[in-house]
C-alpha cells in the first residue's frame, strides 16, 4: 500500500514519524514523507493510498474532499492537542463541520482529547493512541538521544533549559494575527500578560546560577530575536533552536515553561519540571500542569530554595492524572496501536503499492541548492525554514540509521529524495 505521511515541523516530527515510516517499509509498503505545503499539493497526483495527515485545522475539508474523491484513506494525528484550554477554542480552530464524515480513524492523545472529539466523531472513529512522539521518551528510544544529551552537556556544562511557548504573541514575522475574543476568549491577552514576565526569568534564573549557561528555547512560531535583544547582555544566555528537543531536555539540569508540551516531555524524562503560572486558571490544562512539579506565580518565587525541591512528583497516583491527558504515559505503545490500523486498512480495501509518479525535478533541486547556499531574503521565506528546521536527506538516513541499531532487519531500507522537502521509504 502507499502511504503518505505529512510534516509540519521537523524538529518535533520527523524523528517519529519516519520511525513509524520505517515499521510501515518494513511490513512492505511504500512510504513517502514530506513537509505538508510541498505535499499536499503534489498528493493529487499519487495513487491512491493512506494519507496520514497532522492535523485538522479549519479550511481542511476542502482537501479532504479532494482526497476522498480520489480514493485515500484518510487518518489523522492533532499535534497540538494537550493544551487547548477548552472544547470552544478547540472546535473554533479545528474540525470544519463535517470534515468527521472524510475521516476513517483520529488518533487521539488521552481520555480528555477523546472526550472533545466524540461530540462530533464516532465511537469506532476515534482511537485512544496516546501522543506517538512521546514513544522517543522511552527505551529504547531514548538511548539515541543519551549520545546527543552528553555532547551538549560537554558543549554547554550543567545548564538550565527555559521553553518557551509565545509563538502566539511574539510571532516570528511580526505581523499582528486576529485572535477573534468569541474563540480566545481572554487567551491572548494573558499570554501577552504571561509572557511580559516570563521574558525576565533568564536574567532572575543568571544571577541564582552565574556559573551556569541558560539556553532558551523559543516556540518555532516565535522571533528568536526579541529573546537575543533582550538578553544580550549576559554571556551565558543562549538562544538556541536547533534540531530536536529531547537532547536538550536529557541533558538539562531542569527545565523552565509555561503550559508548554515541553513541560510533559520533561516529566517523562523524569527532569525537575517548573511552571511559571502567574494567572492560575481553573481548567483542565491547570490540572496536568500542575502534576508535573513545582508552580511559581511570580519571578520572586525564583530562588535557590524553591529551585531546589526534593518532592517526588513521579508517582502514581500524579501518573494516573497524567494519563487522562496522555495514553501512553504508561507501557501503552502508540506505534504498535497505529501500525495495527494500518494492518485493518491494508487487509480490507488491499490498495495497491503502486509507483508513485513524483519526480525530483531541475526545478525541485535548484531550489534546494539555492536554499543551501543562500539565506533567504523575504520574512516569509525566513519564517517557514525557521518553523520546518532541518528536514533533508542526510536527516531522514541519519534517522534510520539511528533505528536500526536498535531494531535489526534482514531487509535493507531504500531511501530516496523525490521533492524539495519529500522522501520515498521502502524496502528492496
Not at 99 to 114: A, K, L, M, P
Not at 400 to 418: A, G
Amino acid at each position: 500500500m502507499n502511504i503518505y505521511i505529512i510534516i509540519e515541523n521537523a524538529n518535533r516530527e520527523l524523528f517519529h514519524k519516519t520511525i513509524l515510516a520505517r515499521f510501515l517499509a518494513f511490513e512492505g509498503h511504500k512510504v513517502l514523507i514530506g513537509e505538508k505545503n510541498e505535499f499536499r499539493k503534489k498528493i493529487d497526483a499519487l495513487p491512491p493510498g493512506l494519507i496520514i495527515e497532522k492535523g485538522v485545522m479549519k479550511g481542511s475539508i476542502d482537501r479532504f474532499k479532494k482526497w476522498k474523491t480520489k480514493g485515500h484513506v484518510i487518518f489523522c494525528f492533532d499535534e497540538e492537542s494537550l493544551t487547548y484550554p477548552n472544547d470552544k477554542q478547540y472546535f473554533g480552530l479545528k474540525c470544519d463541520k463535517g470534515i468527521e464524515n472524510y475521516i476513517d480513524y483520529f488518533f487521539v492523545s488521552g481520555t480528555r482529547h477523546y472526550k472533545t472529539l466524540i461530540k462530533r466523531f464516532k465511537k469506532h472513529q476515534l482511537i485512544l493512541t496516546g501522543v506517538p512522539r512521546f514513544e522517543l521518551l522511552k527505551n529504547p528510544y531514548k538511548n539515541i538521544f543519551a549520545k546527543k544529551a552528553a555532547n551538549l552537556k560537554k558543549k554547554y556544562g550543567e545548564y538550565i533549559l527555559i521553553c518557551s511557548r509565545f509563538g502566539n504573541v511574539n510571532f516570528y514575522e511580526g505581523k499582528k494575527k486576529k485572535y477573534p475574543k468569541n474563540i480566545y476568549g481572554n487567551y491572548i491577552s494573558t499570554s501577552k500578560k504571561i509572557f511580559k514576565n516570563f521574558i525576565k526569568i533568564p536574567e532572575k534564573i543568571g544571577k541564582i546560577y552565574p556559573n551556569n549557561n541558560i539556553i532558551i528555547r523559543p516556540h518555532p512560531s516565535e522571533d528568536p530575536e526579541i529573546w537575543k535583544e533582550t538578553l544580550f547582555v549576559n554571556k551565558n544566555f543562549k538562544v538556541i533552536y536547533d534540531d530536536e528537543l529531547y537532547p536538550w531536555l536529557l541533558g538539562s539540569k531542569f527545565v523552565i515553561q509555561n503550559r508548554c508540551s515541553t513541560g510533559i516531555e520533561a516529566y517523562f524524562l523524569k527532569k525537575k519540571v517548573i511552571s511559571f503560572e502567574p494567572y492560575p486558571m481553573k481548567d483542565e490544562i491547570n490540572v496536568l500542569f500542575s502534576n508535573l512539579g513545582k508552580s511559581f506565580k511570580t519571578i520572586d518565587q525564583f530562588n535557590k530554595k524553591n529551585l531546589k525541591y526534593d518532592k517526588n512528583y513521579w508517582t502514581k497516583s500524579r501518573t494516573k492524572k497524567i494519563k487522562h491527558y496522555i495514553e501512553n504515559i504508561s507501557d501503552v505503545n502508540s506505534f504498535n496501536i497505529i501500525m495495527k490500523k494500518v494492518k485493518k486498512i491494508d487487509e480490507k480495501i488491499l490498495l495497491e503499492n503502486k509507483e508513485s509518479n513524483i519526480k525530483f525535478s531541475l526545478r525541485d533541486r535548484m531550489v534546494v541548492l539555492k536554499d543551501k547556499l543562500f539565506k533567504p531574503k523575504s520574512n516569509f521565506k525566513k519564517y517557514s525554514l525557521h518553523k520546518i528546521g532541518k528536514f533533508d536527506l542526510s536527516k531522514v538516513k541519519e534517522i534510520i540509521r539511528l533505528s536500526n541499531l536498535y531494531y535489526k532487519s534482514v531487509k535493507k531500507m531504500f531511501i530516496k529524495q523525490i521533492g524539495k522537502k519529500i522522501f520515498l521509504i521502502e524496502t528492496t
